[in-house]
Nanobody
Framework: QVQLVESGGGLVQAGESLRLSCTAA????????VAWFRQAPGKEREFLAI???????GYADSVKGRFTISRDNAKNTVYLQMNSLKPDDTAIYYC??????????????????WGQGAQVTVSS
């Protein structure tokens, strides 16, 4: 199986930036679809961004223009750069791997492996 380790969460003020990292052990991430989700207290897990073969990327409308997903294949790491953070961005952020390219790319139910979660808190 794939072991995913997240880092980079923290406490910031509104308008500041953070970069989350997701590093894999056991598999090469470039071979799979990787996505970022978040879950705020009392809410369902929300799709944010995705990357897959040939450096293709996609974003939820809520974060397009502020968040950027990228991959460093040499480090076997996927990043989520988060700029212009808002208090509503406060949540636990998860990276996830879909090992078999399921059809519903934005549903958390199709993802096979998950990171441990990184807390992001944005103060006003």
């Amino acid at each position: 199986q794939v072991q995913l380790v997240e880092s980079g969460g923290g406490l910031v003020q509104a308008g500041e930036s953070l970069r989350l990292s997701c590093t894999a052990a056991g598999r090469t991430l470039s071979n799979y679809r990787v996505a970022w989700f978040r879950q705020a207290p009392g809410k369902e897990r929300e799709f944010l961004a995705i990357c897959w073969r040939h450096d293709l990327v996609g974003y939820a409308d809520s974060v397009k223009g502020r968040f950027t997903i990228s991959r460093d294949n040499a480090k076997n790491t996927v990043y989520l750069q988060m700029n212009s953070l808002k208090p509503d961005d406060t949540a636990i952020y998860y990276c996830a791997v879909d090992a078999d390219y399921s059809a519903a790319a934005m549903s958390p139910d199709v993802y096979d492996y998950w990171g441990q979660g990184a807390q992001v808190t944005v103060s006003s």
